[in-house]
C-alpha cells in the first residue's frame, strides 16, 4: 500500500512602482508611474521527521529549480519577489522589517523601499504593534487570489518543494501537492498534501523534506505510492486515488500527462 507520512531611501511621489494593472482600485488604471524593468490513507507506519520553526522564525526562502522563480522574477525583479515570497507565501503572518529583511537577504534600504511600494498600491498592509511596525499581506487587495496563487506556484510552495525534490527526480515519475494547498485554501494550522509517485521511500524523503518543511512553516505531509499500486488503486476506483487524481494539483515533477500515463488512460 502507499506509504503516508508527515514530515515532522526616499519615497517616491510618483507611485507604488509596481505592475500598473494591480493598483489597488483593481481596475487596470494606472496608480502612478511604472518602474518595472521591462524584461520581463494506507496504514503503514509513519513518524514526524522534524519540528516546524517558532512562529516568529523565518527561514530564507530559496530553491535549486529556479524554472518558476524566473516567472516571478521576470515579471517584478529580484528583491520584490522574495519580499512578496516572504509576504503572499504565508499570508496569514505579519512580519517586521528586520524578519523580512533576513528572509530575504537584502538590505535594510532595498527592502524598506520595496514594502512601501506595496503599501502605496494596497498589495500589503502596514501597521504598528507596540514599537514595532509590521506588514502583511492584504487580503482585500482585488488582485491577492492571482497573486498569492502566482507566489505559491513559483517562489513560494511549489518552488521550493520543487527544489526539495530535484536530488531524487531519477525515482520519481511524477510529484503534485493537492488538498487545500491546491486549492488555494490554506489554513494558518494546515499541512501541505504531497503525492509522489515512484520508487523513492519514506527514508530517501525524510533526507529531503525537512529542509522544505522549514522554509515553508508547516508540516509536510507525504504520500508515497508505487506506479503498479496506483494503477491497481485507480481501476480498483479507491476512493482517496480517486479524489486526489481529479482533484486540484500543483505539479512539481511531470505534469498532468505523465500522471495520466501512470494511472493509465479511462
Partial sequence: MGVYGRVGGRTKPSGCGIMPEMAANGKGERGGACDMPRHSRGRRCFSPLTGVPEESTIVPIMSTDRGGTDIAMALFGSVRTRVLGVLFGRPERACHLREIM???????????????????????????????????????????????????????LADVLRGALATLADRIEVAFVFGSAAEGTLQPASDIDLMVIGEAGLRDLASVLPDAQAQLGREINPVMISPAELRERAAAQDAFITSVVQGDRIFLIGGEGDLTGVVGAP
Fill in 102 to 156: 533576513r528572509a530575504v537577504g537584502a538590505g535594510h534600504g532595498a527592502v524598506q523601499r520595496e514594502l512601501r511600494r506595496l503599501v502605496a498600491c494596497g498589495l500589503v498592509t502596514r501597521a504598528r504593534r507596540g514599537n514595532q511596525v509590521i506588514y502583511q499581506a492584504n487580503g482585500n487587495a482585488p488582485v491577492f487570489g492571482e497573486l498569492h496563487g502566482l507566489i505559491t506556484k513559483t517562489v513560494g
